[in-house]
């Protein structure tokens, strides 16, 4: 296996895991807190895809799906254009409501656009600086990498809050 396809192996398990943490659950189900500060797994789920969305258009020099693809107007959501979630207060948290369906349909397309960069990378196109703003600056390779583990962290939490709401 060459490095395109760990990669597209590696966002293919986010994508497996983010489904295994959404499908099923109702709208209500998606935004329930295990506490009053919690993240839900709507939350989760809508805060990774955009994470990914955001740093692979800025990785790759291109433009954003939820601001492209409609998806940020589909969302509702009351949050400035080039939120994703970090930083977010916990009353921010908590407006994250959506349907199972629309959570899926950003991601798939978030995850179909992200296998279309990685899919003919090399070896070579991993050491490019995609941000000389951190020391030492942050190689391509080096921010898919930490975008897979990020995502990866978060559909663990998803799925964590699910098998609560599911044992309710």
């Known amino acids: 296996m060459n490095s395109a396809g760990l990669l597209v192996d590696s966002f293919g398990r986010v994508r497996e895991a983010v489904h295994e943490a959404v499908e099923g659950l109702t709208e209500d189900e998606l935004a329930v807190r295990i506490d009053p ?11 990774l895809t955009r994470v990914q969305d955001d740093h692979l258009a800025g990785a790759f020099d291109g433009e954003q799906l939820w601001e ?7 969302f509702g959501l009351p949050f400035g254009k080039r939120a994703t979630g970090y930083g977010q207060t916990s009353a921010q948290v908590g407006k994250v409501r959506a ?11 978030v ?13 070579a196109d991993l050491d490019r600086v995609v941000d ?7 190689t391509l390779g080096v921010r898919l990498v930490s975008v897979i583990a990020e995502d990866l962290q978060h559909a663990g939490q998803a799925a964590f809050v699910r098998g609560v709401v599911e044992r309710r």
Request: proline residues 6%.
């Open 99 to 109: 349907p199972a369906e629309l959570l899926l349909g950003y991601h798939d397309a």
């Open 132 to 138: 000389a703003a951190w020391d030492p600056p942050v």
């Open 37 to 47: 500060d919690a993240n839900s797994v709507a939350w989760l789920v809508w805060h």
């Open 111 to 123: 995850h179909e656009r992200t296998l279309d960069l990685v899919r003919s990378l090399t070896n």
């Open 68 to 74: 492209s693809d409609g998806w940020r107007d589909r």
